[in-house]
Every structure is written in structure tokens, then in C-alpha cells.
């Protein structure tokens, strides 16, 4: 066998399992059978890309694009004649993202059926009009990237031929697969034997030769094993219904159930076969049933042959489950009492001090490290990068991602999301950002596409499983959504209106800018009507110094120092930094029954501070 493409190298190492029916499913969802169905592709491809992630995460190593009917003669029916080779392209499209999406090798099958009508001899259709049909369909499939054709459900010979000639007129290297439908007679519609059908697909340039649809497992088992006689080593492919269908209450029931196609698929490779699917009345379970199957490497029950069944073994992607459990850092704020401490990045390519404080922090039982995104504007090492290092070397720690929308559009603020969800980090504060005009380069263009409200409701769509614009992503991610808020904000009207914003939006923490007062924090929580309803940390910065006061006073952004303190520095002298230390303490003392925790901004990379101040 030619191993010239990626997808017959595959099949010479063992069988393929491929997916079950589109139609089946779509009818069971309320498309009704006077529908396009490979229309979908264009007005539903949500629809049809979950039906393919069903069958991926059911263990489907090849899916079948939405595309049966996707060419000229059949789509006219539905007035969408002219749209068969947009409709094609976005099939493929379609079933790749679903394959991106899951995060599988599968590969993806251009799938084309017959024109619907009969072609000469025995119809009107001229032979030459239907490779016209049948190379637009092509040449579709073909811009959307597909891995292999996927000629099914032909019953005429002629029919057949003349789409494999379509297709290799368009191209000579993709390799095509082609399944005709057999009777119970053993034959097709037409009188055509397996015999006869293996050497004239043979001779056209087939690459797997096989059968699918018209019966049930049994009666195809025995035309596979005609065809097996007559293929002179062609691979061999199967896909049979879920039985006949029976007419029950108003539409088609296929009795076959996923066990019986588990049997079914372990005696199809005891024969040969190299690819295994189902066609109509098939489902992701019987896809799941015969994976289980073939993986466990058991025998097939008596054949001529004896043969023992070998598939390959593969993992199938398992999608999360639609509710994942609560974040473990919300867990632990609704439990205890939960310290974090902040980290900035460094300024610079080297981690040790960071690292240094970060280790530091860990072995006193710091519960959370909070690592801040190039806070006042100025240029510092990512701090994804910083929190994967801390997440890997401390993983008892928590880690809280600060992200800003300043830096990044839409579409880079949902990529690096995805990045940190992959790289195991779970808690995301989500922020505005200070301005360019405060940092190193106050020219510098912002992006804002959008603020931190806009930020948290991207985050909840993807903890429900898509990204902003709706668009799947696969699975529900499992971030902790949080937010900050300003309690000495000097318009606390304002303050108080995006705080509630926020919670509408999916934050499910909050952490406060530094807090230097009790008093200030009582009015807070009277002006909003109590503690919130999601956990709280309240944010405490030792300070080290009158200068140190003044100037987170008066020149950075939503820091208010009262008046009595900053007095108090200036009284402290060159004790300002054990002043500042008692300060934070007290203030700790006095409003720890009043948050769900702290949150700790050591000055300068004192690290050590922030431990006095919970030494008591």
C-alpha cells in the first residue's frame, strides 16, 4: 500500500475508527428532513461542529464533512445551486475547527454522495454534466483543506466513476475512498457484485474501496468479506446502517444497538477492514462502543479466518464536563481566611529576586501570589510567564494572574487567555490597566477594545464554553473571575455603579485597591448595602516612609492616604518603615471580620514586611 499521504500512512499502521451518521442527529434535534442539511454549514455551523466533537470526543480518529448533497444537481432543489462550492469549502472549515477545537490528529473526510438523480444510461443526467458537479463539489472540499475524499452511498457503478474521475481531474495525491451500497441480495441497486466493483474501483484510481449504508452490520459483514477476496490489497473500509430502519411514531427508528456495532466492528478488522464507521442511525455512542471495543484487543467471536482483532491504541479527547467544579482558590476564600501577596515582575530578563520572594512566600504559607501586569504603564517581563514559572515551582501556592485590557485587541486578550488555561493557571483578575500617558512611554498607543467589565464577561463565556463571539471552544475553561474595586474612590457613586457592573458580568472575587483606614472601609460597605456577595479580599500596602506616603498620595491613581497617617509618617522619622508595618497590622486586626481576606502589596520588593504584618 502507497504511503504518499499522511492519512494511508496511518491506515498501514492499523485501522482507523471513523465517525457515525450527520442526519441521524440533526433530525434528532429538531432540523427537519425538508431542510438542506449541507446548507447548515453556512447558516448553523455551531450545529454541525459540536455533532463532529461528539464524535471526536467519542474516540473518531476520521469525521465525515456535512457535505453529502453538496453539489450543484442536489442543492438545486433547495435554489442553492450556485452555492455548492462555498457550502463544500465551509464544510471542511467547519469539521477543522472542531478537530482544532477538540485537540486531536483526526482527519477530516470530504464526504460526497450521489447527484440524487440518475445519470445515463439509466437517467437523463449526462455523464459529462455530472463530473461537472462532482469536480465543483471537489474543488470545494479541496480549498477547505480536507485529508481525504469520501465517496459513499453510491449505487451506481457509472456514478461512482464518474465522481472518481471528477476528483482526479482536480487532484492525483489526495487519496479517495470509495464505499458503494449493497442490497440484501449482496448486490447494488444495479446488479453490480463486490467482485465486479473492487476491480473497476481498482482500476479508477480508488485508494480504499468499501461499503456503507443500504443494510445493516450482518449482511454487510458478507459483502466486506466478497470484497476482501476481489480488493488485491486495497484497504478496506466499512460503514454500515444501524440495521433497517422501522417506521415508529412518526419517523425512522434503527434498532442496532451500540454493544451489537462493538461486535460488529471487532469481526469488520478480524476481515480486514482498515476503516470501521457507521452510517445511518448511528450515533457517538456506537462510535464510543466500538473504540472501547477494538481498544481492549479481544478476539472477534468465530470466523473463517480466526483472526484476532488490533487496533491502535489512542485515548479519545474527553470534552470537560458542562459544570465544572468551583475553582479551588474560591473554594479556599469561602473556607478560610486567605492571604495573597503581590509579585511584581522584574524590569529586566532576570527572575531570582522574584523567584526568591516567591519561595519565600510559599514556605510561610502564603495562600495566594498575586502577580501584577506591568503595573503604572511600565515596561516589565510578562507576567504569564512569571506566574507559569511560580505555578510550576510552588504549586501549592495559588496564583492570580493580574490581566489588563490596555495591551491587547479582543482577539489577543481570548488567545492568551487560552494560553493561560493550558498552562494550568485558573485565576484571572481582570483589569483595565493604567494609562500609557503614566509609564515609559507615554506616547505609546493603547488598545482598550474593551474595559474590565467587558474583560469578565469574556472570561464567563469562556467558563461556559465559548469564546465572545459565541463561537465554541471546545469545553468550558475553569477560571476564577476577578475583579478589583477602589473603596476611597473620590466618586464613590460611579465607583460603586461599575463595582455592581462587575458582578453582573461573572466576577466571582474581588480585591481591593490599598485600604489605610477602618472607617474608610465601613463607608464603603454601608454605601453598597453590606459585604458583597462574592468572596472579598481587602488590599493592604505597608507603607515605608513619609516620603513614601506622600507620594502614593499624591501621584499614583487610586491611592488615597488619609491625612492622620500621613501625619503619623512624618512623626515616625527613620522608624517609618516599623510605623508603617504596625499601621497595616492594626488595620488587619480591625477589619479581618470584615473580608473574606488580605491582600498584600509589599514596596520596593520587601517581601519581608508583608510577613511582619501577619506575623500577629
Known amino acids: 500500500m502507497s504511503t504518499s499521504s499522511p492519512f494511508l500512512a496511518r491506515l498501514a499502521q492499523g485501522p482507523v475508527l471513523a465517525d457515525g451518521a450527520m442526519g441521524t442527529l440533526l433530525f434528532s434535534r429538531g432540523v427537519g428532513y425538508d431542510r438542506c442539511f449541507d446548507e447548515l454549514n453556512l447558516s448553523q455551523p455551531g450545529l454541525i461542529e459540536g455533532i463532529h466533537r461528539e464524535y471526536l470526543s467519542a474516540g473518531a480518529e476520521l469525521i465525515e464533512t456535512n457535505t453529502f448533497g453538496a453539489n450543484a444537481v442536489r442543492l438545486a432543489t433547495h435554489g442553492l445551486a450556485d452555492k455548492a462550492r462555498v457550502i463544500a469549502r465551509q464544510g471542511v472549515k467547519v469539521a477543522r475547527n472542531a478537530r482544532e477545537i477538540v485537540g486531536t490528529t483526526a482527519f477530516v473526510a470530504g464526504s460526497m454522495g450521489p447527484l440524487g438523480t440518475h445519470i445515463e444510461p439509466f437517467g437523463e443526467i449526462a455523464v459529462a454534466e455530472a463530473e461537472k458537479a462532482f469536480r465543483e463539489q471537489a474543488e470545494g472540499l479541496l480549498e477547505g483543506g480536507l485529508d481525504v475524499f469520501l465517496l459513499e452511498t453510491f449505487q451506481d457503478l457509472n456514478e461512482i466513476l464518474a465522481a472518481l474521475r471528477a ?253 493561560a488555561h493550558a498552562l494550568g493557571l485558573r485565576n484571572i483578575l481582570c483589569l483595565t490597566g493604567d494609562p500609557p500617558s503614566l509609564g515609559d512611554y507615554p506616547n505609546m498607543t493603547a488598545v482598550y477594545d474593551t474595559n474590565s467589565v467587558g474583560l469578565i464577561g469574556i472570561v464567563n463565556k469562556m467558563n461556559r464554553g465559548t469564546d465572545d463571539s459565541g463561537t465554541s471552544i471546545g469545553a468550558p ?95 515616625a522619622g527613620n522608624e517609618g518603615q516599623k510605623v508603617g508595618v504596625d499601621l497595616a497590622r492594626d488595620l488587619l486586626a480591625q477589619c479581618r471580620g470584615m473580608a473574606n481576606g488580605v491582600y498584600l502589596m509589599p514596596s520596593f520588593g520587601r517581601y519581608e514586611n508583608c510577613l511582619e504584618v501577619l506575623e500577629k
Not at 502 to 527: H, N
Open 167 to 419: 476528483i482526479r481531474s482536480v487532484t492525483t495525491e489526495v487519496p479517495v475512498v470509495a464505499q458503494m451500497t449493497f442490497g440484501l441480495d449482496g448486490k447494488t441497486r444495479y446488479g453490480h457484485t463486490p467482485q465486479l466493483v473492487a476491480k473497476a474501483l481498482r482500476t479508477a484510481g480508488a485508494s480504499v474501496i468499501g461499503v456503507n449504508c443500504g443494510v445493516g452490520p450482518q449482511p454487510t459483514l458478507e459483502v466486506l468479506e466478497e470484497l476482501a477476496a476481489a480488493a488485491s490489497g486495497l484497504p478496506l473500509s466499512v460503514m454500515p446502517n444501524a440495521g433497517l430502519p422501522q417506521f415508529v411514531d412518526g419517523r425512522y427508528v434503527y434498532l442496532s444497538s451500540p454493544e451489537y456495532f462493538a461486535d460488529f466492528a471487532a469481526r469488520a478488522v478480524a476481515l480486514g477492514a482498515r476503516i470501521v464507521g457507521g452510517c445511518c442511525g448511528t450515533t457517538p455512542a456506537h462510535t464510543r462502543a466500538m473504540r472501547e471495543r477494538l481498544a481492549s484487543h479481544l478476539p472477534a467471536e468465530t470466523l473463517p479466518s480466526g483472526a484476532e482483532v488490533h487496533i491502535l491504541e489512542r485515548t479519545p479527547v474527553e470534552e470537560a464536563p458542562a459544570e465544572a467544579t468551583e475553582p479551588t482558590l474560591l473554594q479556599k476564600m469561602r473556607t478560610k481566611f486567605t492571604v495573597s501577596v503581590e509579585i511584581d515582575p522584574p524590569r529586566g530578563i532576570n527572575t531570582q529576586k522574584v523567584l526568591a520572594g516567591a519561595k519565600l512566600m510559599a514556605e510561610r504559607g502564603v495562600d495566594c501570589i498575586n502577580i501584577a501586569d506591568s503595573p503604572m504603564a511600565r515596561i516589565r517581563m510578562s507576567a504569564m510567564s512569571l506566574a507559569f514559572q511560580i505555578h510550576g515551582l510552588f504549586p501549592q501556592v495559588e496564583v492570580i494572574l493580574h490581566y489588563t485590557t490596555r495591551d491587547r485587541n479582543l482577539m489577543g486578550l481570548q488567545s492568551d487567555l487560552l494560553g
Open 477 to 571: 475553561t475553569g477560571f476564577s473571575i476577578g475583579c478589583a474595586v477602589n473603596p476611597t474612590a473620590e466618586d464613590l457613586d460611579h465607583e460603586l455603579d461599575h463595582f455592581r457592573k462587575k458582578i453582573d458580568a461573572g466576577a466571582q472575587f474581588v480585591m481591593t485597591q490599598p485600604v489605610y483606614e477602618l472607617s474608610c472601609w465601613e463607608r464603603f460597605l454601608e454605601r453598597l448595602g453590606g459585604m458583597p456577595p462574592i468572596p472579598l479580599m481587602i488590599g493592604i500596602l505597608p507603607l515605608q516612609s513619609f516620603r513614601h506616603a506622600e507620594f502614593l498620595h499624591n501621584e499614583v491613581p487610586g491611592i488615597h492616604v488619609p491625612d492622620w497617617i500621613r501625619a503619623r509618617m512624618h512623626d
